[in-house]
Nanobody, 129 residues
Framework: QVQFVESGGGLVQPGDSLRLSCAAS????????IGWFRQAPGKEREGVSC????????FYTDSVKGRFTISKDSAKRTIFLQINDLKPEDTAMYYC??????????????????????WGQGTQVTVSS
C-alpha cells in the first residue's frame, strides 16, 4: 500500500523558516517524480515544487523560487521541502504526491496536477505575526 505522510508544519512568523517532510512507503522514490503542493482556504490546490526521479532536476513555481528548496533522502524514503523567508501568502495545507505518469517533472508540472496521486493528509503551515 502506497502512503505519503507529511509533517513539519506549524504556526510561524513572517521571515521564519520551516522544513516539511514527506515520508513515503510502498513505492520506490527512484521510480516517480515527487511533487509538493499547497492549498489555501477557498483556493485551488497548486503545485509549488517537484523533484524528478530521472535526473534529480528540481522545479518551482515562480512565487516560491529562491525561498523553497526540495530535496530527498533516498535511504529514509523522505522528500523534504525547505521553506525560508515565510510570507503570510504561504499559509496553506501542504501535500506531497507521486506523479504516476512521469519520472521527469518538467517546467509545467504545476499545470498537470491530474498526473499526481497517493496524496498524503497534509501538514498545515500558518504564517502570521
Amino acid at each position: 500500500q502506497v502512503q505519503f505522510v507529511e509533517s513539519g508544519g506549524g504556526l510561524v512568523q513572517p521571515g521564519d523558516s520551516l522544513r516539511l517532510s514527506c515520508a513515503a512507503s510502498g513505492l520506490e522514490l527512484r521510480d516517480y517524480a515527487i511533487g509538493w503542493f499547497r492549498q489555501a482556504p477557498g483556493k485551488e490546490r497548486e503545485g509549488v515544487s517537484c523533484l524528478s526521479a530521472s535526473d534529480g532536476s528540481t522545479f518551482y513555481t515562480d512565487s516560491v523560487k529562491g525561498r523553497f528548496t526540495i530535496s530527498k533522502d533516498s535511504a529514509k524514503r523522505t522528500i523534504f521541502l525547505q521553506i525560508n523567508d515565510l510570507k503570510p501568502e504561504d499559509t496553506a495545507m501542504y501535500y506531497c504526491a507521486a506523479n504516476l505518469m512521469r519520472r521527469f517533472c518538467g517546467g509545467s508540472f504545476n499545470q498537470r496536477l491530474y498526473e499526481y496521486d497517493y496524496w498524503g493528509q497534509g501538514t498545515q503551515v500558518t504564517v502570521s505575526s
